[in-house]
């Protein structure tokens, strides 16, 4: 699959996920075979005006390359100015998200709101592109209603302005993540437009993945909650598009995803604001593993990087001994 000049090798997608898509954790994506990788989304106006916290989410390193950036805003100039900068920091693509249905960017005029707007929605599109020379792309919803007009107007419009993919995940804004997605609507722009469509949503498994694939003829799948936690399905993806058979994760390299985690999260974010966010993202990693539960009581408490190592290895040990307790201390 091409996006403007880059080539993905393989057409998997790790969706924007705000909170969760940072860089150690798309890393982990990378390693397993990911084609591209997503930052958070990005606040626009926080770029521009200077936030601190808003610049740190787009660290990257060499490792998780290619890089797409997703940001968020209202403000023509303001969003081409951000985009600018992102491309300055050596990100590989600039997305703009008109998909977000979360009231407080709702009200703000961004996200899934530009999605009413399509004079705006050009506006953005004309001066984002104007000011990028890396591809633009786009990510949205099906819209306000389930007709899907929305989406193929704003898929329509983006095409024009010389965005070179976009992606659908087909919900309507008042499902957030409810209820299924309309595939249909994938195939129906993919039909309407001749740049690559990336279909998103209700991708549980790698069989999934295929059968989107098929019954909507999308040139790629993103990929966001059954991700987190389990990157292995970007591995089950790669082999099955290459015709490879699909293996479980073993609890041993669940384990050792664990630690590498652990290791990016210290390293990149520092001993304290990782030790706050394993306490509950370690939890992610365990699902459907024996005394997950217990395991998700054991880490509540973590201090630094050495005692989550140390609680993972002794979860690790209770595991492998079918007749142990699994009393972490």
Known sequence: MKIGNLHLEIPTIFAPLAGITNLPMRLLAKEAGCGLVCSEMISSNGLVYGDAKTRLMLESCPRETPLSVQ???????????????????????????????????????????????????????????????????????TGWDPSGQQAFELAQIAQDRGVQAVAIHPRIVKQGFSGHSDWSIIRQIKQLVSIPVIGNGDIITAHDASRMMTETDCNAVMIGRSAIGNPFIFTQIRDMLNGSPIKDPSDSERIALMLRYVEDCVHYLGETKASFILRSRLTWFAKGMRNASHFRNTIRHICSGAHAKELILAYQHSIKDPCAEARIK
Do not use: H, W
């Not at 977000?100 to 004079?119: E, F, H, N, T, Y």
């Not at 050009?122 to 990028?132: G, Y």
């Open 71 to 141: 940001l968020f805003g209202y403000d023509p100039e303001i969003l081409a100015d951000a985009a600018a900068q992102v491309q300055a920091s050596g990100a590989a693509i600039v997305d703009i998200n008109f998909g977000c249905s979360v009231k407080k960017i709702l009200k703000s005029g961004s996200g899934s709101a530009l999605m009413r707007d399509p004079q705006r929605a050009q506006a953005i599109l004309k001066a984002v592109r104007a000011a990028i020379d890396i591809p633009l792309t786009i990510k949205m919803r």
